[in-house]
Every structure is written in structure tokens, then in C-alpha cells.
């Protein structure tokens, strides 16, 4: 099993992003709830890492 890094979170976050703004009259709940995760993860990296 492979070590999830902060860029592999931070790509998934970009692919996901540019999803939704290629079609913002979708409602994609799991991609949503998913970006939230993913931007509260980063949120906290960058809070710790000071």
C-alpha cells in the first residue's frame, strides 16, 4: 500500500476543482463532499507545518 502524499492530495483536489467548473450545472455530491475533505486536510497541513 502506497503512502498518500500532501501533492497526491493537492492533485486530486485541481482534477476535482476543474471538474466541477467544466460543469457547474451538475450537482456531484461525492466530488463535493470529497473537495471539503480534501481542502480541510490541506487547511490543517498548512497550519501545522506553520
Do not use: C, F, S
Not at 19 to 34: F, G, I, M, T, V
Request: aromatic letters at 2%; proline letters at 4%; a positive charge.
Amino acid at each position: 500500500m502506497q503512502k498518500t502524499t500532501h501533492a497526491d492530495r493537492e492533485k486530486e483536489l485541481r482534477i476535482l476543482l476543474d471538474k466541477l467548473e467544466a460543469h457547474p450545472d451538475k450537482a456531484y455530491p461525492k466530488e463535493r463532499a470529497r473537495v471539503a475533505v480534501l481542502q480541510n486536510m490541506l487547511a490543517a497541513r498548512e497550519k501545522a507545518d506553520g
